[in-house]
């Protein structure tokens, strides 16, 4: 019998040793594959005093692995009319493989070699080190990157794997050596912890049983244990850093949040899109930037992963304006916490977010994503399917309710960076 076709469903198939494996059907008449490793090697797992080993590992798996280095990896994805990405995170690192379909299970062996098998040549370290630095200034001194590590800094305490940005310090990131490194990747780059989720026009036999040949050396490695530090309840914090020079002022509001498994994520979720995350229709975007036309952006997120979460208001202004557009964001977050949305604008953005499900099927790297979300968190495998009525069965008042929890504003934190100018 032949098996349903559907990318908006996953299917956990059977493990490889600890590592769980994820396949996904590709779009309909898609012409490309995507598979993605993800593992337990996020920055929330560096060492004191180590700080940039995570983001230095993650960088440097898909630069040379096996008997390949750097140019000769280069070429032979070139050639093959593939890409390999990377992604870390406090929590994971990951890596991705995306090529043509009908190359998929010799492209997932390149994947599982940079995986299981990164050189580390000397000359890619040194260099991964320099880009490392040289994020750390960008960090320091834009006024966007630097805004967004003082939100976490005010947020989490110390120790907290949320904390950090991942960059580390100068003295950190050299004094971090090879083995280090490798250390680091043998013991975060592994089965237990692990998923890989592969989108391609397989079987899930044919699927599975090139993950158990392919990635049998990292099956039984067993994964460290990421730990969050209990938050001390707060008031909450300001947070200013004046760099005159710049041209442009961030503004961020923020604090803590729930995790992707709270049963009122749905709900929290509509709450984000309502404040600032759905463009054009977003209260933040209609206030503070298109009838007050005193923002270049404004927006909203809800990063919600598995220890915590934080949610974050945004805009970047000009330094003659910040004062004005700072109490405008926190006038639309009490609103959200206080008062219900209308059911005409609830339904306006939830049709929006639903209409961006089917967008989202119209490439093999998108549909993709959504597999790698819905795996990573543990999600039910027909969650997508279910997703738009899950959405449509959301009442106002849940939305207001999942605001005050979500979005509450018990230990936020006021961040203002860039050309402050007199008080």
């Not at 040793?17 to 779009?27: A, C, E, H, I, K």
């Not at 930037?289 to 000009?318: D, I, N």
């Amino acid at each position: 019998m032949a098996e349903a076709r559907d990318p908006l469903t996953i299917r956990y198939l059977e493990p490889v040793g600890r590592l769980t494996v994820v396949r996904q059907d590709p779009p309909a008449s898609a012409a490309s594959f995507s598979a993605t490793y993800v593992g337990p090697g996020g920055w929330g797992f560096d060492a004191p005093g180590a700080e940039g080993t995570a983001r230095l590992v993650n960088q440097l798996v898909t630069s040379a692995a096996g008997p390949y280095d750097r140019v000769e990896l280069a070429r032979r994805l070139d050639r093959a009319g593939a890409t390999l990405s990377r992604q870390c995170a406090p929590e994971s690192s990951e890596v991705t493989v995306w090529g043509p379909a009908d190359a998929w299970e010799p492209l997932l062996g390149l994947l599982a070699l940079v995986v299981q098998r990164p050189r580390f040549d000397p000359d890619d370290v040194q260099r991964a080190r320099r880009q490392l630095v040289e994020r750390q200034l960008r960090e320091a001194t834009q006024p966007a990157h630097r805004a967004e590590r003082e939100l976490l800094l005010g947020i989490f305490p110390p120790g907290h794997p949320y904390r950090g940005t991942g960059l580390g310090t100068s003295r950190t990131v050299r004094a971090l050596s090879r083995e280090r490194l490798r250390r680091f990747h043998r013991e975060h780059f592994t089965g237990e912890g692990g998923l890989l989720v592969v989108t391609a026009p397989a079987r899930d036999r044919a699927v599975r049983a090139a993950a158990a040949r392919l990635f049998r050396t990292l099956a039984e490695a067993r994964s460290p244990t990421l730990r969050a530090a209990a938050r001390r309840p707060s008031k909450g914090s300001k947070r200013s850093v004046d760099l005159p020079g710049r041209s442009q002022v961030e503004v961020r509001l923020g604090g803590p949040s729930i995790v992707r498994g709270d049963p009122r994520y749905p709900a929290a979720f509509l709450a984000n899109e309502i404040l600032g995350a759905r463009p054009l229709l977003s209260r933040l975007f209609q206030r503070v930037r298109e009838r007050g036309g005193l923002a270049y952006h404004a927006s909203s997120a809800l990063e919600a992963m598995r220890l915590a979460g934080y949610w974050v208001a945004q805009a970047g202004t000009g330094g003659d304006r910040w004062r004005r557009v700072l109490p405008m964001v926190t006038g639309e977050l009490r609103r959200l916490r206080r008062e219900n949305p209308s059911p005409t604008e609830l339904d306006l953005i939830r049709e929006s977010a639903i209409g961006e499900l089917p967008l989202s099927l119209e490439s093999t790297a998108e549909a993709h994503e959504l597999a790698v979300e819905a795996a990573y968190h543990r999600l039910p495998e027909d969650h997508w399917r279910r997703w738009p009525a899950t959405l449509r069965g959301v009442s106002p008042t849940e939305v207001r309710e999942a605001a005050e929890a979500a979005f509450g504003s018990s230990g936020s934190v006021q961040v203002v960076v860039g050309p402050l100018g007199p008080a």
